[in-house]
């Protein structure tokens, strides 16, 4: 009985350390980019998805303090109207960290790669319902590159 106890707590413990594993790497990440100091960037930003807005991808943006300085498409047209709203939520790195951190604590499955200089979310890849169809997402940032 008493084998079994302890095989029970260290099944529990290991789950419990693996669930934190994700987490502490988001926020060794997280810091890594809050200590870099960056506050005017630029960079591409591709959504792939079941969604309307895919032949506009990537997504040039611009942000300055946190703000979304510009946003611009594939043909280098302004994004205005009903899809800039979906687009916004991960057009900032503090975005990317919001839905990277949404992802790993919400999804199925979920799978978030770091730039290794910066730490920001290079890439997200989430699988919301493992057996549901077209709520597949990835999120790609890319050409990365601090503004003066």
Not at 38 to 57: K, N, Q
Not at 103 to 110: F, I, Q, R
């Amino acid at each position: 009985m008493k084998t079994r106890t302890l095989l029970i707590t260290i099944l529990i413990l290991a789950l419990t350390l693996s669930a934190c594993g994700a987490k502490s790497e988001l926020d060794k990440n997280r810091e890594k980019w809050t200590s870099a100091g960056v506050s005017h960037y630029r960079f591409e930003l591709t959504i792939s998805c079941f969604c309307p807005f895919a032949e506009i991808m990537p997504i040039r943006v611009e942000v300055q303090d946190g703000k979304i300085v510009s946003l611009r498409d594939v043909n280098g047209k302004t994004i205005e109207g009903e899809f800039r709203q979906y687009i916004e939520e991960a057009a900032t790195i503090e975005g990317l960290f919001a839905v990277a951190e949404d992802s790993l604590s919400n999804a199925d499955e979920a799978r978030v790669t770091y730039d290794a200089q910066y730490g920001f979310p290079a890439s997200i890849v989430v699988d919301w319902v493992k057996m549901a169809v077209d709520d597949e997402i990835t999120y790609h940032a890319r050409a990365f590159k601090i503004l003066p």
